[in-house]
């Protein structure tokens, strides 16, 4: 098996607990009730995936920008997900985050672990508050493309990339990648496509990755007693 030398990864259900930013957003505010018609409308085809980013971001106008980053901040990672993404960085692999999600969610996670590629939407600012107002980074198929693009863009081979996400917006990022890890996949086609389900949490996948060759075993240090 080759060592990873990039790592594609998606965020909300993969490395955070919640599901959706969105929902979790929604919930917290208290706009649920008012959210869920544009999700029944968008799964229906209804409305467009743009559509209804713009429909959702709009409930949450005038929103403190402080609180809103704090009730993101209590959506906690599952468990080994910081432990994967340190492993990644520490053998020295190049992590991307892409997300529908939005850089508000994904900037304490940048900041934390050095992460050096986002892909996500982005939410309008002003004067400290939320505009209603979203640019659309990621639109469908989107994933894909910027992950082909940073592969050529670094000269990775696919057996050399690996893809983690968790629903079926995230089997395009399996399209790019040599390995695949699902995390409590959310639809059967994204299950039978990965070499690794991890389910409930991320806690085996370094030991996972360490197995099958895709990660350096990690040095035991000499204590002098050979």
Request: charged share 25%; aromatic share 6%.
């Amino acid at each position: 098996m080759a060592a990873i030398r990039l790592a594609v990864l998606d965020v909300d259900g993969t490395l955070k607990q919640a599901e959706s930013p969105y929902q979790y957003i929604h919930r917290r505010l208290g706009v649920a009730h008012l959210a869920a018609p544009n999700r029944e409308q968008a799964m229906s085809g209804q409305i467009s995936y743009g559509e209804w980013l713009r429909r959702d971001v709009a409930l949450w106008k005038g929103q403190p920008v402080a609180e809103v980053s704090r009730l993101l901040a209590d959506n906690p990672f599952l468990p080994g997900a910081r432990e994967f993404l340190r492993a990644l960085k520490e053998a020295g692999v190049t992590v991307a985050l892409v997300t529908a999600g939005f850089t508000l969610n994904t900037d304490p996670i940048v900041a934390e672990f050095g992460i050096e590629h986002v892909l996500a939407n982005e939410l309008v600012q002003e004067d400290g508050h939320l505009a209603g107002l979203a640019i659309n980074r990621v639109p469908e198929g989107g994933k894909a493309a910027y992950a082909c693009a940073l592969m050529a863009q670094l000269g990775v081979l696919p057996e050399e990339t690996l893809a983690a996400g968790d629903t079926r917006g995230d089997l395009e990022l399996f399209d790019c990648a040599g390995v695949r890890i699902a995390v409590n996949p959310r639809c059967p086609e994204l299950r039978a496509r990965a070499h690794a389900v991890f389910e409930p949490d991320l806690r085996p996948s370094v030991d996972w990755l360490i197995a099958n060759g895709h990660l350096p075993r990690s040095e035991t240090p000499d204590d002098g007693r050979a």
